[in-house]
């Protein structure tokens, strides 16, 4: 029987394939709670887990918590516009601080890449990256994962067009790193300016030239947030015309395989990355992506409460 | 065969006790009427299954039938062992006002059917919940009893008991372990 050992999830690249296998089918199986009357299983009954936020996050922290609440767990947000960080207390304090309220899991988003292992060596209850600067962001690695399969039954031998701010992309990280691992081939485009040198080493990962050579007869067609917040203003002269050169529309999705799949983790930018058309259209998973969050986030935290220390 | 390994039943003595228990449910339930049966994953479930079979022989017409995973409602779960992969709960219906016959292969200590009756309560107010076992081995830790029992067999707490099915899932012996 299957079983997962570790006590952190903090990026797919530390599981191995069997993990990452378990945690989607998992999943799968966690999916059927989210569709009774009464959402909810005794799994994790008091068990606490602090939802520890220092970036904006609608989706991701809503996701963990429902997920939480579903298991039975006490759940607690922390957001850091209202909490001590903006008085200037350290990552590590504040982390030795909540420790003494003695948490179960900390799941936590932060800016700083590494900043989730740093806190693992910290403190004694389990850690989850909900998202660490342009590291990766694990749970939507393996959402992603789960609604490929969800319409391809497998993993092994997709073609994956994963297009945008590759540079600043936590969630292409964690695809990369599952994906490969599963037996799928990730192709690449963005912009030069926006693509990190040396990415093609992750695994078996092709950076094309343009967005139409990536795009050629892909199952999935995952486009990425142009990130305002995070990119100086050099990296694209302007939207617009970053639209023309890389924006999904009607005409260059024919260029993938019919009714391939289209993805993209939200929020999204309507008109830069992907025209309206595509949100909406009946090619698009956005939807099923976050539907599937929350199996998946149950999943995590039910197999990181029964890891051991690493 | 080796001492530490019996053979308690065989397919053909495995497939008269499930015709019995079969008939059992339909006379003290008066017929299939409001009766469903719900298979404890995954030994129990494809026990469920030739229950129902018999009973669709026996009266011409399908139960419905629904599995249910027991995973993540275990009395176990809080410790450090690593958590155990979760099978797909399967109850495509209502279970408000339904007779439950539920189905597990081997009765041990009662652990399962309690937690296998907290998830069924999830899935709405039965009318009543049957309890119905291929093997009832004893060693209680909870004070649960079957309602129809394929065979008793007295063991010891050291032994083991398994229902072996074949690639088909089909019951075809029960064996005890020394």
Known sequence: ??????????????????????????????????????KKVPTLRGKTIINLFYEAS???????????????????????????????????????????????????????????????????????????????????????MLTMKDRFGRLDGLKVAIIGDITHSRVARSNIQGLTKLGSKVFLAGPPTMMPPGVEKLGDV?????????????????????????????LMPNTREYSRYFGLNPNNIKLAKPNAMVMHPGPINRGVEMSSS????????????????????????????????? | MADDHTVLMDGEGIKRALTRIAHEVLERNKGVADIVLIGIRSGGAFIADGIARQISIIEGGAVPLGTVDITLYRDDCSGQLPHQAVGITE???????????????????????????????????????????????????????????????PTSQKENVQVIFDGLNQPIEVVLEK
């Not at chain 1, 990130?227 to 100086?232: K, L, P």
């Not at chain 2, 016959?101 to 919940?129: C, E, H, K, N, W």
């Open chain 1, 58 to 144: 609608t989706r991701t922290r809503t996701s963990f918590e429902i997920a939480g609440k579903r298991l039975s767990a006490d759940t607690v947000n922390i957001t850091t516009s209202s909490s001590s960080a903006t008085k200037g207390e350290t990552l590590a304090d504040t982390a030795l601080n909540l420790l003494a309220m003695k948490p179960d899991i900390i799941v936590m988003r932060h800016s700083v890449s590494g900043s989730h292992y740093f806190l693992a060596n910290k403190v004694n209850c389990s850690i989850l990256n909900a998202g660490d600067g342009a590291h990766e962001h694990p749970s939507q690695g393996l959402l992603d």
């Open chain 2, 91 to 153: 109850i495509p219906f209502s279970l408000e006002a339904k007779k439950v016959i539920l189905v597990d292969d081997v009765l041990y200590t009662g652990r399962t059917i309690r937690a296998a009756m907290d998830a069924l309560m999830d899935f709405g107010r039965p009318q009543s919940i049957q309890l119905a076992v291929l093997i009832d081995r004893g060693h209680r830790e909870l004070p649960i009893r079957a309602d129809f029992v394929g065979r008793n067999v």
């Open chain 1, 278 to 310: 595509m949100v909406d259209g009946n090619q698009s998973w956005i939807l099923k992506q976050v539907e599937n969050g929350v199996a998946v986030r149950m999943s995590m935290l039910y197999h990181v409460c029964g890891g051991e220390l690493e």
């Open chain 1, 206 to 234: 092709t950076v094309c030239a343009t967005m139409n050579e990536a795009l050629q007869d892909a199952d999935v067609v995952m486009m990425l947030r142009i990130q305002q917040e995070r990119q100086g203003k050099t």
């Open chain 1, 1 to 38: 029987m299957a079983e997962f050992k570790h006590k952190h999830i903090i990026a797919l690249r530390d599981l191995s394939k069997g993990d990452i296998e378990l945690l989607i089918s998992t999943a799968e199986s966690m999916r059927e709670i989210n569709s009774r009357d009464i």
